[in-house]
């Protein structure tokens, strides 16, 4: 494994200047600027820990609040309302949202991910639920997919006055970025073999930059081979148990995974990013979809010039315009 091992997630924040490693602990796993795993158990996280409170934002009119899921094991969540003007009875469509990080990094309490989704939030006139479940190694995976599991189950039970009063249940959808669309991808698949009860179902997935890898070599592996490199070994950091890349918790078309088929919702949209090393996984999912025997309807948007999550950091740029634009009419269809 290199020394230095780069997330696509993290590429534009390589001006940042971490700690130095203790020279009296092994190193299990580094990724950096981000963060640094010790054999000892110990984690340094240098980025993505960071919180910003709920707000009434004055610029969009957006309106967040934090709410308890699972106060045995933290499982929470930031609800976001775009101002709804005089029409307060309004019916929403619901985004059930995982924020991405390699399962490692990351919360639904960040900046980051608070600024982009009172801007989405605005645009798109959606009610976005977005998730803060347990972070690998500490909470090693499978538990991020329970964790999306109890939230899911939570917002369909309406306890909340938000989801209850404005939101459309019969326009239900999940989504993420990066290892955020392979929880939503686990999460929709579950729906299927074990259903949400009292006959809801889930409307559409929206999949951006998925976080899917394979022993068998793409194209866009090559754009960057130390991030792909970098994304296999994070992989089996986070999943210890895991039987290697090709197991379909992160390869979800490999030979022998769950039949796309179960996949419950009657809609998918894949965004890709034309630089992203991640890019064709992304095609071959959205290709899976069309030829197997999945019965609903996939569409596939790419960000011509752009990398992994690029959104995030350039949420203003005509290209992660578009691709809100091109999310926002998916959910509103």
């Not at 955020?180 to 559409?204: D, F, T, Y």
């Not at 986070?238 to 090709?246: E, F, K, R, W």
Request: some cysteine.
């Amino acid at each position: 494994m290199p020394k230095t091992l780069v997330l696509p997630f993290l590429l534009t924040l390589q001006s940042l200047c971490p700690m130095d490693p203790n020279p009296n602990e092994e190193i299990l796993y580094e990724s950096m600027p981000c963060i640094r795993i010790y054999k000892s158990g110990r984690v340094e996280r240098f980025f993505g820990s960071e919180f910003t409170p709920a707000t009434a934002d004055p610029d969009t009119g957006v309106v967040s609040k934090d709410v308890s899921i699972d106060p045995k094991t933290g499982v929470s969540a930031r609800l976001y309302l775009p101002d709804l003007g005089a029409d307060s009875s309004k019916k929403l469509p619901i985004l059930v949202y995982f924020h991405g990080g390699g399962f490692c990094l990351g919360s639904a309490f960040n900046p980051t991910f608070h600024n982009y989704f009172n801007s989405f939030v605005s645009q798109a006139g959606v009610l976005v639920v977005s998730v803060d479940y347990r972070l690998a190694p500490e909470y090693p995976v499978p538990a991020a997919y329970e964790d999306s599991w109890i939230a899911l189950k939570w917002v369909v039970q309406k306890p909340d006055a938000w989801l209850a009063d404005h939101g459309d249940f019969d326009r239900l959808f999940l989504g993420g970025e990066s290892a955020g669309s392979n929880i939503a991808h686990h999460i929709a698949m579950r729906v299927g073999s074990e259903g949400l009860g009292s006959g809801m179902e889930i409307n559409g997935l929206v999949m951006i930059h998925p976080y899917f890898m394979g022993s068998k070599k793409v194209e866009s592996d090559e754009l960057n081979p130390e991030a792909s490199e970098s994304l296999a070994s994070l992989w089996t950091v986070m999943c210890p148990t895991t039987t290697g890349i090709d197991d379909p918790w992160i390869n979800p078309v490999v030979e022998g995974a769950p039949d796309l088929a179960g996949l419950r919702c009657r809609r998918v949209l894949v965004c890709v990013g034309e630089k992203d090393v991640l890019r064709d996984r992304g095609k071959e999912y959205y290709r899976k979809l069309k030829e197997g025997g999945w019965k609903g309807e996939a569409e596939i948007w790419e960000a011509v010039g752009e990398g992994h999550t690029f959104h995030l950091f350039k949420p203003t740029c005509e290209v992660a315009l578009a691709q809100d634009k091109t999310i926002s009419n998916f959910l509103n269809r």
